[in-house]
């Protein structure tokens, strides 16, 4: 049930002086999208009258069939701190995307989400998630383009004065707590010019609602000190690379239902089955956790990033480690997804993957306490550990063949999601990149 009401946005706006309002969305691939309104459209806007262009979204209709409309959440309305003027504050509201049918639109990431959460609650769960999004600040050249040069010389967990980005983040920090984020952590990462927020779990829509405004008040607050934020996982080579561990768990009639202190390393079986089906379509559900070619850039060895099919009950080295916490603290950690997923269909397909584990009872092989990436290839297939996709052509497919994650995706978004993948796989594949040039002009 929404805490906000009509009136209370209204009379807030009003208090706060709100001018413009932003109705936000996501395409397929994540991208934010909005309908900015005047202050004097609210009303409508609440009521769901708004209207869009729908054939203008990449991957949502055809031309047509264009006309949708715009649902508010209340409850996601905010403030943009840094958009504050004494002219007029701007604010916005996070929508579902409905079709004039008063149906929802099925490709609309949002009401996917909504889709497989409304799965569990069925048997009796809630899903919560919480994210580590890490991403990289860089330098904008004199026209105020991108580059790849850091901002600084920091390490892990490092302070000034070779860590130069703590401003920016207590400008980010600061701007996430006046929208509602409850942050709980803010650090610098191990590569140069890499950080890490860190913001509090909940439920698994909310979180999602969370990382989309996260990496958008990210790269606007960037923006004011002159800089580039950018979620891309690899931009640099030879440094490691940007991850989103998500850290997962379940909820049950309140109580935390991955605890069980009389269970196998202080996990319940629910918990084991959950893990089970996570391991189980890994492989089908990394397209969507890691959507970029480049995202196979940072899913190789010797980075830290987690390429084999295991789960531990200790080590980092796995694909799912279990963090110390139990009791009410008790959850699971997958450290393979980006922050350039689209959050919303993310979510959905680890979801998924895991009640899926739940629903048929599934087992998951020992927890594997060995540093997996001081194992021989040898004694992987001993442990029957397999591989992530190491290609976003691989990845696609994986996830073509796993039904699992189709599904629960539905038919519009896996079609949309393909034809974007597919001819971004094709792009690549046919353009000559840098390296070549380097490695073969000179010698053929």
Not at 251 to 279: C, M, R, V, W
Not at 302 to 318: D, H, I, L, T
Not at 348 to 365: E, N, V
Request: glycine share 8%; aromatic share 10%.
């Amino acid at each position: 049930m929404a805490t906000m009401s009509k009136n209370d946005i209204l009379e807030l706006a009003s208090e706060r002086n709100v001018k413009f309002v932003r109705l936000q969305f996501t395409d397929v691939l994540g991208i934010l999208k909005n309908v900015a309104i005047p202050i004097g459209q609210l009303e409508r806007a609440l009521d769901g009258e708004i209207m869009f262009d729908g054939s203008s979204i990449a991957g949502f209709t055809r031309i047509e069939e264009s006309d949708m409309y715009l649902r508010p959440d209340y409850d996601t309305f905010a403030i943009f701190p840094w958009r504050t003027r004494e002219n007029g504050t701007t604010a916005r509201l996070i929508c579902d995307v409905y079709l004039p049918s008063g149906d929802p639109f099925p490709g609309d990431p949002r009401y996917v989400l909504k889709r497989v959460l409304a799965e569990a609650a069925a048997l009796g769960y809630t899903v919560n998630a919480g994210p580590e999004a890490e991403f990289f600040l860089f330098r904008r050249d004199s026209e105020g383009r991108a580059t790849t040069v850091t901002h600084d010389e920091g390490g892990y967990f490092d302070l000034g004065p070779a860590e130069r980005g703590e401003d920016v983040r207590r400008d980010i920090v600061m701007a996430l707590d006046e929208m509602g984020f409850d942050v709980e952590a803010s650090h610098h990462e191990v590569a140069m010019g890499q950080h890490e927020i860190d913001f509090r779990y909940d439920d698994a829509l909310r979180t999602a609602d969370r990382v989309t405004t996260f990496k958008f008040v990210t790269r606007a607050i960037a923006h004011l000190h002159n800089l580039h934020a950018t979620f891309m996982p690899k931009p640099i080579f030879g440094i490691n690379g940007s991850g989103m561990h998500t850290h997962l768990s379940l909820t049950k009639d309140g109580e935390n239902a991955f605890s069980d202190p009389a269970g196998e390393h202080g996990l319940s079986e629910t918990a084991l089955q959950f893990i089970a089906g996570l391991l189980e379509h890994a492989r089908g559900f990394t397209a969507v956790t890691n959507p970029l070619v480049n995202s196979y850039k940072r899913l190789v060895p010797g980075y830290e990033a987690p390429v084999y099919v295991a789960w531990s009950a200790s080590n980092r080295s796995a694909l799912i480690r279990v963090p110390a916490a139990r009791g009410n603290g008790t959850r699971v950690e997958l450290r393979s997804p980006d922050p350039s997923c689209n959050a919303y269909l993310a979510f959905a397909a680890m979801a998924a993957a895991g009640l899926d584990g739940i629903k048929r009872k599934l087992t998951p092989p020992p927890s594997m306490p060995k540093n997996i990436y001081h194992m021989t290839a040898e004694e992987r297939e001993l442990h029957d550990i397999r591989s992530l996709p190491g290609t976003l052509e691989e990845a696609i497919a994986c996830f073509i063949e796993d039904k699992v994650i189709v599904d629960a995706l539905g038919p519009h978004v896996v079609q949309s999601f393909l034809e974007a993948k597919e001819a971004e796989c094709r792009a690549f594949r046919t353009q000559v990149h840098q390296w070549e040039v380097e490695t073969y002009l000179g010698k053929y």
